[in-house]
């Protein structure tokens, strides 16, 4: 918590302190260290890394990301067209389900193509090989195993449509087919990748030696503090070496962006009914609904649990959905209206997500540089809340 900003419009250097609100705002340095990391892993262990559009697409950083991860993979058209334009190394392609109208511009635009099931193999590889004869195309498998936290967050877990299950597999398409994928980790470590790889290969095992590629998906949370990197190096150099040193790709999303920025917003006014509760001028629901979904509680600058320090507060969104909340925070002092509220590790699964839902306005979009200076990208407004509907 900040306290009361002054804003002064005169003031030509924008600082923390006067960005508009509420703003996520990148922080460079700490994307670079995330970085920095991930490429010890590319070049220890071998593997490619991607860029997982699904949980970081604020492509005004794809410069820096650029540098040093190899592509990007995306989930459909949108995402994938962003990669071209923005990214434009690499670009892998899974959807669960390619559309007719879009598969012909996804195809021209991807160097990796993956089908989530045999029937849309068959449907579409064709075509696609037609229209780009380079494209090399996969099959997302579904290992049937995963220690994912959560069923929501659990693509092995039961009646799962992604991937397809041994039962289900198909081989008249390994004709056509370099590479499997499979994806079923979620923010977990080594020990989780260990165990889904003993189960895609005790049933895809036989096949891997004829592909050119496997793709281990995202969920890995490398750049966490405690994540035992050493050993996955170790598995991936380990499956290579047993798989004709065969390309690895790893996709994370979340590891990218971890802890790389926070979500800056404004005490707007302080009601009491049995506790104080804090409204802020920013919305659990609209711009960080994995607080809710997880759900989980996101860490505040400056403040402790509930009741752990002298004055405690529900922090709340500024729509009228009732279980718009942040959770309960307290602080050293009493909040006051104008005060500013931070929300710690805000890039992941946050703006990719973000809705107009009541009206409320998108948080600003800035970055901060390695120097200290910061440049606000983007600004919402009215336009964007009428743009989406008709
Ligand atoms: C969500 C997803 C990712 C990225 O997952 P993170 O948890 O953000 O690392 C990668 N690949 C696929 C297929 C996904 O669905």
């Known amino acids: 918590m900040v306290k009361n900003r002054v804003i002064i419009t005169s003031m030509k250097t924008i600082t923390e302190t006067n960005i508009p609100s509420p703003c996520w705002l990148l922080d460079e340095k700490a994307l670079r260290k995330n970085l920095k990391i991930l490429k010890q892993i590319k070049d220890e262990s071998g593997a490619k890394i991607l860029l997982a559009l699904?949980?970081?697409?604020?492509?005004?950083?794809?410069?820096?990301?650029?540098?040093?991860?190899?592509?990007?993979?995306?989930?459909?058209?949108?995402?994938?067209?962003?990669?071209?334009?923005?990214?434009?190394?690499?670009?892998?392609?899974?959807?669960?389900?390619?559309?007719?109208?879009?598969?012909?511009?996804?195809?021209?635009?991807s160097h990796h193509l993956v089908f989530n099931s045999p029937d849309q193999f068959h449907r579409f590889y064709k075509r696609v090989k037609e229209i780009n004869p380079d494209i090399s195309l996969g099959l997302r498998v579904n290992p049937e195993y995963s220690q994912a936290p959560k069923e929501i967050y659990n693509p092995c877990g039961l009646y799962s449509r992604l991937g397809t299950t041994l039962e289900n597999f198909d081989p008249s398409i390994l004709q056509a087919c370099d590479?499997?994928?499979?994806?079923?980790?979620?923010?977990?470590?080594?020990?989780?990748?260990?165990?889904?790889?003993?189960?895609?290969?005790?049933?895809?095992?036989?096949?891997?030696?004829?592909?050119?590629?496997?793709?281990?998906?995202?969920g890995h949370h490398i750049t966490r503090a405690g994540y035992d990197r050493e050993k996955l190096i170790a598995l991936i150099k380990d499956f290579k070496k047993r798989y004709n040193n065969i390309e690895v790709y790893l996709e994370p999303g979340e590891a990218v962006a971890w802890q790389c920025g926070d979500l800056h917003t404004t005490v707007l006014d302080i009601v009491h009914n049995g506790?104080?509760?804090?409204?802020?001028?920013?919305?659990?629901?609209?711009?960080?609904?994995?607080?809710?979904?997880?759900?989980?509680?996101?860490?505040?600058?400056?403040?402790?649990?509930?009741?752990?320090?002298?004055?405690?507060y529900r922090l709340a969104g500024n729509t009228c959905l009732a279980g718009d909340i942040m959770g309960d925070y307290s602080f050293d002092e009493k909040l006051q209206i104008g005060d500013t509220i931070i929300f710690k590790d805000q890039m992941h699964y946050t703006m990719v997500k973000a809705t107009t839902f009541n009206g409320i306005n998108l948080p600003a979009i800035a970055i901060k540089r390695e120097d200290g200076s910061i440049e606000v990208l983007k600004t919402f407004g009215y336009e964007e809340f009428k743009g989406r509907l008709s």
Request: with cysteine; proline share 2%; glycine share 8%.
């Open 54 to 109: 699904k949980g970081f697409a604020l492509w005004k950083s794809f410069d820096i990301i650029r540098e040093t991860l190899d592509g990007c993979c995306a989930s459909g058209l949108n995402e994938a067209k962003l990669a071209h334009e923005e990214f434009q190394k690499e670009l892998h392609t899974y959807s669960p389900a390619f559309k007719e109208s879009e598969i012909d511009t996804i195809a021209s635009i």
């Open 275 to 312: 506790i104080d509760i804090a409204i802020i001028d920013s919305s659990a629901e609209a711009h960080m609904p994995d607080t809710i979904i997880m759900p989980y509680r996101a860490d505040v600058e400056g403040a402790d649990e509930a009741n752990k320090k002298q004055y405690t």
């Open 179 to 218: 590479g499997l994928h499979f994806h079923a980790l979620c923010e977990q470590d080594c020990d989780a990748l260990e165990g889904v790889l003993e189960n895609f290969e005790a049933k895809f095992g036989g096949l891997i030696k004829k592909l050119k590629w496997v793709n281990f998906g995202g």
